[in-house]
T-cell receptor, first 117, second 113 residues
Framework: GAVVSQHPSRVICKSGTSVKIECRSL??????MFWYRQFPKQSLMLMAT?????????EQGVEKDKFLINHASLTLSTLTVTSAHPEDSSFYIC?????????????FGQGTRLTVV | AQSVTQPDIHITVSEGASLELRCNYS??????LFWYVQSPGQGLQLLLK??????LVQGIKGFEAEFKRSQSSFNLRKPSVHWSDAAEYFC???????????FGTGTRLKVLA
Protein backbone atom coordinates (compact mmCIF):
# COMPACT_ATOMS: atom_id res chain seq x y z
CA GLY A 1 0.00 0.00 0.00
CA ALA A 2 0.90 3.64 -0.15
CA VAL A 3 2.51 5.03 2.97
CA VAL A 4 2.63 8.65 4.03
CA SER A 5 4.78 9.56 6.97
CA GLN A 6 4.37 12.74 8.97
CA HIS A 7 6.90 14.11 11.43
CA PRO A 8 6.84 15.02 14.23
CA SER A 9 3.75 13.38 15.68
CA ARG A 10 3.69 15.85 18.55
CA VAL A 11 5.37 19.18 19.06
CA ILE A 12 5.19 21.83 21.73
CA CYS A 13 6.57 25.26 20.96
CA LYS A 14 6.67 28.63 22.60
CA SER A 15 4.48 31.44 21.38
CA GLY A 16 6.24 33.50 18.73
CA THR A 17 8.45 30.72 17.44
CA SER A 18 8.11 28.79 14.19
CA VAL A 19 7.62 25.07 13.78
CA LYS A 20 8.06 22.87 10.73
CA ILE A 21 6.04 19.75 9.98
CA GLU A 22 7.17 17.27 7.34
CA CYS A 23 5.03 15.06 5.16
CA ARG A 24 6.72 12.31 3.14
CA SER A 25 5.36 9.81 0.68
CA LEU A 26 7.54 6.78 1.37
CA UNK A 27 6.81 4.45 -1.53
CA UNK A 28 5.37 6.63 -4.25
CA UNK A 29 5.87 10.02 -5.81
CA UNK A 30 3.29 12.69 -5.19
CA UNK A 31 3.06 15.80 -7.29
CA UNK A 32 0.23 16.99 -5.10
CA MET A 33 -0.04 16.95 -1.34
CA PHE A 34 -2.62 18.49 0.94
CA TRP A 35 -2.61 19.98 4.40
CA TYR A 36 -5.65 19.72 6.67
CA ARG A 37 -6.34 21.15 10.07
CA GLN A 38 -8.55 19.60 12.70
CA PHE A 39 -9.74 21.45 15.77
CA PRO A 40 -10.73 19.38 18.82
CA LYS A 41 -13.88 17.37 18.22
CA GLN A 42 -14.29 18.86 14.77
CA SER A 43 -13.84 17.70 11.22
CA LEU A 44 -10.86 18.09 8.95
CA MET A 45 -10.69 21.33 7.03
CA LEU A 46 -8.52 21.66 3.97
CA MET A 47 -5.94 24.39 4.41
CA ALA A 48 -3.93 24.24 1.23
CA THR A 49 -2.83 22.26 -1.77
CA UNK A 50 0.90 21.74 -2.09
CA UNK A 51 2.16 21.42 -5.65
CA UNK A 52 5.64 20.12 -6.40
CA UNK A 53 7.77 22.82 -7.92
CA UNK A 54 5.21 25.58 -7.69
CA UNK A 55 3.40 27.73 -5.20
CA UNK A 56 0.85 26.27 -2.86
CA UNK A 57 -2.82 27.05 -3.28
CA UNK A 58 -4.51 28.18 -0.09
CA GLU A 59 -8.15 27.81 0.82
CA GLN A 60 -10.15 30.90 1.60
CA GLY A 61 -9.41 32.29 5.02
CA VAL A 62 -6.05 30.58 5.45
CA GLU A 63 -3.16 32.98 5.96
CA LYS A 64 -0.44 32.03 3.51
CA ASP A 65 2.17 34.09 5.35
CA LYS A 66 1.48 32.23 8.57
CA PHE A 67 1.34 28.75 7.07
CA LEU A 68 4.26 28.42 4.70
CA ILE A 69 4.22 25.40 2.45
CA ASN A 70 7.14 24.05 0.49
CA HIS A 71 6.99 21.08 -1.86
CA ALA A 72 10.55 20.85 -3.09
CA SER A 73 10.54 17.24 -4.17
CA LEU A 74 8.10 14.57 -5.31
CA THR A 75 8.16 12.92 -1.90
CA LEU A 76 8.30 15.78 0.58
CA SER A 77 6.08 18.68 1.54
CA THR A 78 6.63 20.84 4.57
CA LEU A 79 4.28 23.08 6.51
CA THR A 80 5.86 25.80 8.61
CA VAL A 81 3.71 27.56 11.14
CA THR A 82 5.38 30.92 11.56
CA SER A 83 5.18 33.06 14.69
CA ALA A 84 2.94 30.50 16.29
CA HIS A 85 0.31 31.53 18.79
CA PRO A 86 -1.90 29.46 21.10
CA GLU A 87 -4.79 29.70 18.63
CA ASP A 88 -2.63 27.80 16.12
CA SER A 89 -2.69 24.79 18.42
CA SER A 90 -4.39 22.06 16.49
CA PHE A 91 -4.03 18.68 14.83
CA TYR A 92 -2.49 18.97 11.37
CA ILE A 93 -2.78 16.13 8.86
CA CYS A 94 -1.23 15.85 5.44
CA UNK A 95 -2.21 13.69 2.51
CA UNK A 96 -0.49 12.72 -0.70
CA UNK A 97 -2.23 11.85 -3.93
CA UNK A 98 -1.56 8.79 -6.03
CA UNK A 99 -3.25 7.89 -9.29
CA UNK A 100 -3.86 4.35 -10.49
CA UNK A 101 -5.44 4.41 -13.87
CA UNK A 102 -8.41 6.72 -13.72
CA UNK A 103 -8.82 6.36 -9.99
CA UNK A 104 -7.25 8.97 -7.76
CA UNK A 105 -6.79 8.42 -4.07
CA UNK A 106 -5.14 10.36 -1.28
CA UNK A 107 -3.23 8.71 1.54
CA PHE A 108 -3.03 10.36 4.91
CA GLY A 109 -0.20 10.85 7.35
CA GLN A 110 -0.58 10.07 11.03
CA GLY A 111 -1.04 13.71 11.94
CA THR A 112 0.88 16.20 14.07
CA ARG A 113 -0.44 17.54 17.33
CA LEU A 114 0.84 21.11 17.70
CA THR A 115 0.59 22.80 21.06
CA VAL A 116 1.68 26.41 21.36
CA VAL A 117 2.32 27.59 24.90
CA ALA B 1 -20.85 23.52 -3.89
CA GLN B 2 -19.64 20.17 -2.73
CA SER B 3 -20.57 19.08 0.75
CA VAL B 4 -20.83 16.04 2.95
CA THR B 5 -23.43 15.69 5.68
CA GLN B 6 -23.32 13.29 8.57
CA PRO B 7 -26.64 13.93 10.32
CA ASP B 8 -25.77 12.12 13.53
CA ILE B 9 -23.18 13.83 15.71
CA HIS B 10 -23.32 11.13 18.38
CA ILE B 11 -24.56 7.57 18.28
CA THR B 12 -24.66 5.13 21.17
CA VAL B 13 -25.18 1.41 20.65
CA SER B 14 -24.84 -1.65 22.80
CA GLU B 15 -22.07 -4.09 22.10
CA GLY B 16 -23.31 -6.75 19.71
CA ALA B 17 -25.99 -4.52 18.23
CA SER B 18 -26.05 -3.50 14.60
CA LEU B 19 -24.83 -0.12 13.46
CA GLU B 20 -25.63 2.25 10.64
CA LEU B 21 -23.92 5.61 10.21
CA ARG B 22 -25.45 7.94 7.70
CA CYS B 23 -23.67 9.99 5.08
CA ASN B 24 -25.15 12.19 2.38
CA TYR B 25 -23.17 14.12 -0.16
CA SER B 26 -23.70 16.88 -2.64
CA UNK B 27 -21.50 16.67 -5.70
CA UNK B 28 -22.20 17.23 -9.34
CA UNK B 29 -20.03 14.47 -10.75
CA UNK B 30 -19.61 10.82 -9.88
CA UNK B 31 -18.01 10.86 -6.46
CA UNK B 32 -15.24 8.88 -4.94
CA LEU B 33 -16.49 8.01 -1.46
CA PHE B 34 -14.62 7.05 1.66
CA TRP B 35 -15.19 6.17 5.28
CA TYR B 36 -12.44 6.77 7.82
CA VAL B 37 -12.21 6.02 11.52
CA GLN B 38 -10.23 8.09 14.00
CA SER B 39 -9.44 7.13 17.56
CA PRO B 40 -8.74 9.94 20.05
CA GLY B 41 -5.46 11.67 19.33
CA GLN B 42 -4.78 9.44 16.35
CA GLY B 43 -4.72 9.82 12.60
CA LEU B 44 -7.22 8.51 10.08
CA GLN B 45 -7.64 4.86 9.21
CA LEU B 46 -9.38 4.01 5.95
CA LEU B 47 -12.29 1.62 6.46
CA LEU B 48 -13.47 1.36 2.88
CA LYS B 49 -13.80 3.22 -0.37
CA UNK B 50 -16.00 3.37 -3.43
CA UNK B 51 -14.75 4.36 -6.85
CA UNK B 52 -17.06 2.52 -9.21
CA UNK B 53 -18.67 -0.87 -9.84
CA UNK B 54 -20.49 -2.83 -7.17
CA UNK B 55 -22.36 -0.38 -4.99
CA LEU B 56 -21.98 -2.54 -1.88
CA VAL B 57 -18.45 -2.19 -0.64
CA GLN B 58 -16.77 -4.37 1.95
CA GLY B 59 -14.14 -2.89 4.21
CA ILE B 60 -11.96 -3.79 7.13
CA LYS B 61 -13.12 -4.72 10.63
CA GLY B 62 -16.41 -6.10 9.33
CA PHE B 63 -17.71 -2.79 7.98
CA GLU B 64 -19.59 -2.35 4.73
CA ALA B 65 -21.16 0.59 2.94
CA GLU B 66 -23.69 0.98 0.18
CA PHE B 67 -23.60 3.68 -2.45
CA LYS B 68 -27.06 4.84 -3.47
CA ARG B 69 -26.84 7.37 -6.24
CA SER B 70 -30.55 8.17 -6.19
CA GLN B 71 -30.31 9.16 -2.54
CA SER B 72 -26.81 10.66 -2.71
CA SER B 73 -25.94 8.47 0.23
CA PHE B 74 -23.09 6.24 1.33
CA ASN B 75 -24.15 4.77 4.67
CA LEU B 76 -21.78 2.68 6.75
CA ARG B 77 -22.99 -0.50 8.41
CA LYS B 78 -21.77 -3.20 10.73
CA PRO B 79 -23.91 -6.15 11.82
CA SER B 80 -22.42 -6.52 15.30
CA VAL B 81 -20.51 -3.75 17.03
CA HIS B 82 -17.53 -4.43 19.26
CA TRP B 83 -16.42 -2.22 22.14
CA SER B 84 -13.24 -1.43 20.21
CA ASP B 85 -15.32 0.24 17.49
CA ALA B 86 -15.89 3.26 19.73
CA ALA B 87 -14.29 6.15 17.82
CA GLU B 88 -15.04 9.04 15.49
CA TYR B 89 -16.16 8.16 11.98
CA PHE B 90 -15.76 10.46 8.99
CA CYS B 91 -17.34 10.20 5.59
CA UNK B 92 -15.47 11.91 2.76
CA UNK B 93 -15.96 12.73 -0.88
CA UNK B 94 -13.00 12.77 -3.20
CA UNK B 95 -13.35 15.28 -5.97
CA UNK B 96 -12.98 13.68 -9.38
CA UNK B 97 -9.66 14.26 -11.06
CA UNK B 98 -8.09 15.61 -7.88
CA UNK B 99 -6.90 14.26 -4.59
CA UNK B 100 -8.85 16.83 -2.66
CA UNK B 101 -11.30 15.48 -0.10
CA UNK B 102 -14.30 17.07 1.54
CA PHE B 103 -15.04 15.62 4.95
CA GLY B 104 -18.26 15.36 6.85
CA THR B 105 -18.50 16.65 10.37
CA GLY B 106 -18.06 13.21 11.84
CA THR B 107 -20.10 10.86 13.98
CA ARG B 108 -18.86 9.91 17.41
CA LEU B 109 -19.72 6.32 18.26
CA LYS B 110 -20.06 5.17 21.83
CA VAL B 111 -20.41 1.47 22.58
CA LEU B 112 -22.09 0.29 25.76
CA ALA B 113 -20.87 -2.91 27.36
Amino acid sequence: GAVVSQHPSRVICKSGTSVKIECRSLDFQATTMFWYRQFPKQSLMLMATSNEGSKATYEQGVEKDKFLINHASLTLSTLTVTSAHPEDSSFYICSAGRARGKDTEAFFGQGTRLTVV
Amino acid sequence: AQSVTQPDIHITVSEGASLELRCNYSYGATPYLFWYVQSPGQGLQLLLKYFSGDTLVQGIKGFEAEFKRSQSSFNLRKPSVHWSDAAEYFCAVGLSGTYKYIFGTGTRLKVLA
